[in-house]
C-alpha cells in the first residue's frame, strides 16, 4: 500500500542541525511532489516547503528560507529535510505528506517529534 | 495568527448536523481550491476533502464541503461520537507562493 515512513524522534541543542527523513513506498516515487508541514505542541499546522523528486527541485515557504534545506535519494525513495539553527520554538512534529489527488496532501508520514532542548 | 480563519471550537450531539467555517481572502480561498483534514490526538492529519467538495475513495458521504467566495465550510451530518477530532482547511495562497491553513477547530460531540 502507498505509505510514507519517517525516522524517529530526535532531540536537539540550540543551534544544531536536525534531519528527518521520509520513505517513499508503494507507488512510483518521482511521480509525486513531497510537501513538509510543521506541528507545533497543541497547535495548528504549518507548510515548510515542498520538493519535486524527478526535478530535484524546491520550493520553501518564506518563513523557512535560509534555515530549510529538501533533498531526495531515488535509489532509496527517500526525500529528506534538515533544519538548521534550532531553537526552542523548532520543537514540533514534522510531517511529510505526498501531493497526490487534486493537489491535496492526500498521504501523511506518521511523523516525527523533534525536541530542541538545552 | 493563521491566514485562514477557523472558528476554535465547535459542537454537536449524535444525529446532528455541525458546520465549520473557514474564511480566507481573495489571495487563497478566493482564486483557489480549499482542503479539508481531520486530525485526532497524537495521530497525522487525514484529507477528507479536496477541490472545495471532492471526496477521496473512502470518506462517507454525510461529510460535504462548499466554497463561496473568500469563505469555505465542511458539513457534517448524521453526527458520531468518532468524529471528534481537530479540522484544519488549507488552501494555495498566491501572494504568498505557499500553502497555508487554518488554525484549525476542535469538534467535540457532546
Known amino acids: 500500500q502507498v505509505q510514507l515512513v519517517q525516522s524517529g524522534a530526535e532531540v536537539k541543542k540550540p543551534g544544531a542541525s536536525v534531519k528527518v527523513s521520509c520513505k517513499a513506498s508503494g507507488y512510483s516515487f518521482t511521480s509525486y511532489l513531497i510537501h513538509w508541514v510543521r506541528q507545533a505542541p497543541g497547535q495548528g499546522l504549518e507548510w515548510m516547503g515542498i520538493?519535486?523528486?524527478?526535478?530535484?527541485?524546491?520550493s520553501y515557504a518564506q518563513k523557512f528560507r535560509g534555515r530549510v534545506s529538501m533533498t531526495r535519494d531515488t535509489s532509496t525513495s527517500t526525500v529528506y529535510m534538515e533544519l538548521s539553527s534550532l531553537r526552542s520554538e523548532d520543537t514540533a512534529v514534522f510531517y511529510c505528506a505526498r501531493r497526490g489527488i487534486g493537489d491535496a496532501f492526500d498521504v501523511w508520514g506518521q511523523g516525527t517529534m523533534v525536541t530542541v532542548s538545552s | 495568527q493563521s491566514v485562514l480563519t477557523q472558528p476554535p471550537s465547535a459542537s454537536g450531539t449524535p444525529g446532528q448536523r455541525v458546520t465549520i467555517s473557514c474564511s480566507g481572502s481573495s489571495s487563497n480561498i478566493g482564486s483557489n481550491s480549499v482542503y479539508w483534514y481531520q486530525q485526532f490526538p497524537g495521530t497525522a492529519p487525514k484529507l477528507l476533502i479536496y477541490?472545495?467538495?471532492q471526496r477521496p475513495s473512502g470518506v462517507p458521504d454525510r461529510l460535504s464541503g462548499s466554497k463561496s467566495g473568500t469563505s469555505a465550510s465542511l458539513a457534517i451530518s448524521g453526527l458520531r461520537s468518532e468524529d471528534e477530532a481537530d479540522y484544519y482547511c488549507?488552501?494555495?495562497?498566491?501572494?504568498?507562493?505557499?500553502?497555508?491553513f487554518g488554525g484549525g477547530t476542535k469538534l467535540t460531540v457532546l
Open positions: 488549507a488552501a494555495w495562497d498566491v501572494s504568498l507562493s505557499g500553502w497555508v
Open positions: 520538493i519535486n523528486p524527478s526535478a530535484d527541485s524546491t
Open positions: 477541490r472545495n467538495d
